[in-house]
C-alpha cells in the first residue's frame, strides 16, 4: 500500500513538474530529481513490504515442523495492520494457527475474522477453509461452542483434495469435541468415527489415537464405563506404536479416571502411578497429583493421600489449589487432626470464592465476546441483506429497461407490419393500378415497401446468415440443404409485398423468378444464390437472361446494382 501512494505521488509531482517549468533544461533537471527521489522512496517504503512477505513464507514453511519458530516469525513482524488485504489475512490465519499448535488460548476471534472476511468470497478455498477451521478453533477456546460448530461444518463444505491429509481429520476431531461440550453424545461420536476412518486411511496413528480416545470419552461421558475401557485399551495400544511418553502418560491417566469411576481404586492407583512415571520431563502432573491423592485416601493409604495432595496444592491453577484443600479436609477430619483439617477448610473456603469470582468474570466476559460475536454477525447479516437488495433491485431494473426495449421493439414490428397491410390491401383495392405503369414511377413507389420489408428482413436470423455466407465468400462454404430452404421460405414470407408488387407489374415472373428478384436486390452474389437455391451455374445464367427480358433493362439494372444486405 505504501508503494501505491508512493507511485501516485510520483505522478503528481511529474505533472506539477510539466506545469511550472517553462525551460526544456529547467524540466530535465527537476524531473532527474524527482525520479532519484521517487527511487530512493521506493525501496526504502517497498523494502519493509518485501520483509513481511518474506517472513510469512518462512513462517508459512516452518509452521507444520516448528511452530514456536514460526511463532517468533509472526511476532517479529511490525505493523501487520499495515499489510495488504491478502497478506494480512494470511498473517491472521498463521499467527492463530501456531497458537493453536502451541496450544495458546484465544481470547478474541478480532483476527481471525478479518481471514474469514477477506477469503470468503475468495476462489482460494485452501484459505478459505484455513480461516473457517481456525476461527472455529478460536470460538472452541471461548466456549462459544455453536459458532465453532458452523465454521467446522463450513470449512469442511470448502477443503480442497490436496488439504484433506493435513486438516480432514482435525475439523472432525474439533466438531466431535465441541458436540460433547454440547452433550450431543451421538454427534459427537459419529465425528470420532469419521476421524477414525479418515486416519485410518491416511495411517496417522497420532490422529488416530485422538480419535479411539475421543470415542472412550464419550462412551465415558455416558457412563458406559465398559465400552469406554475397551476403547481406551486400544488408544494405549496406539500409543504403544506411536513410541511417545507423551501419549502414553496421557491415555493412562484416563484409565486411572475411569477404573476410580468403577469403583476399582487398586487398579486406579496403578493406572495413575504409571502415568506419573512415564510422563515426559516438564510435562505438568499436578491434575494426577491431585486424582492420585484422592484414590489413595480412598483406600485408606492416607500418608501417601497427603503427599500428593500437598504436591498438587502447588499448582498455578486454582482449580487444583481449592480441590487439593477440599481433599485435604476430608482427610485431616477422617484423621481426626481437627487443627490441620479446619486450616484446609479456611484454604479451601479462599479458594472457593476465589474460583466463584474467576468463573464469574470469565462468564462475564464470555457474555461479552459473544454479544460482540452476535453484533458482528448482525452487521454482516444486514451488510448481506442491502447487497441481496441491491442486486433483485438491479435486477428489476434491468428486467423492466429490457421489457421495455421488447416492447418498443414490438411496437416498432406492430407498426411495419400495419404499414405493409396497409399497402397491400392499397395493392388489392386498386389504387396501385391508378399510379400507372412507367418504369421510373414503378421504382419510386417500390422504394418504401422495399425499406419496409427490409426493416422486417434485418430483424430476422436469416438476414445474419445471409451475411455470414457474404462474408466468407471464397472461402470455401457449405450450406445444407434446410437451411437453404429456410433462407427461401424467410425470403417468401418477409418480402411478400414486394414480390405481389413485381408480379403485378410483372405477370411472367415466375416464383423463383420473385425469389431470385429479391436476391439481386438484396445485393446478394452469385456464390450465395446458388447456395440457397441449389441450382446449377448454367441455370442460374439462363434465369438472369430471362429476368433482364421480362424486368426490361432498365429495372433490372436498377435492381442489381442495389445493395440493401450489407447497408
Known sequence: MMCEKIICLFVACLFYSIYICKTKRTMKLLLSYIIGLFLILSLSACHDGGNATTLLR????????????????????????????????????FLTRARTKL????????????????YKRSWNNERKMQAY???GCVYRDMRCMDLAVKDFLQALKVIPKESEYLYLGAIYENLAGCYAEQNLYKDAMHAHHKAHEIYIKQKKDDGLFYAVRGIGYVFMLQHQLDSALVYYQKALDVAENIGEDYYKSIILSELGILHNEKGEFQKANQYLSASISSAPTGTN????????????????QMDSARYYLNLSKSSPYIFNRGGSYGELYKLEKEEKNYPAAIAAADSFIYYLDSIYD??????????????????????????????????LLLFIIGGAISLWIDKRRKKKYLELQNQLMKSRTDILSGDFEDQGNAESDFMRMLEPSLELCLQLFRRTETHEKLLSLEKKMGVATSLSIHEGQMICESIYETFGDIMLKLKIQYADLTKEDLLHCVFFLLGCSKETILLCTRASEGAFKSRKSRMKIKLGEEFFEWMTIRQYLVS
Not at 103 to 118: G, Q
Not at 289 to 298: A, F, P, Q, T, V
Not at 369 to 388: N, P
Open 58 to 93: 518462512q513462517a508459512d514453511s516452518l509452521m507444520q515442523e516448528f511452530p514456536d519458530s514460526a511463532l517468533s516469525l509472526l511476532e517479529s513482524i511490525s505493523h501487520p495492520e499495515k499489510l495488504s488485504g491478502s497478506e494480512r489475512a494470511d498473517y491472521a490465519i
Open 103 to 118: 496450544y495458546v488460548h484465544e481470547s478474541s476471534d478480532s483476527l481471525i475474522r478479518f481471514a474469514v472476511d477477506y
Open 133 to 135: 477451521y481456525y476461527r
Open 285 to 300: 502432573l499436578f491434575s494426577e497429583y491431585l486424582r492420585k491423592g484422592c484414590i489413595l485416601r480412598n483406600i485408606h
Open 358 to 391: 474467576t468463573t464469574k468474570a470469565a462468564e462475564i466476559t464470555r457474555l461479552a465476546d459473544q454479544y460482540e460475536i452476535e453484533f458482528y454477525q448482525q452487521k454482516i447479516a444486514g451488510r448481506y441483506k442491502i447487497e441481496v437488495l441491491s442486486l
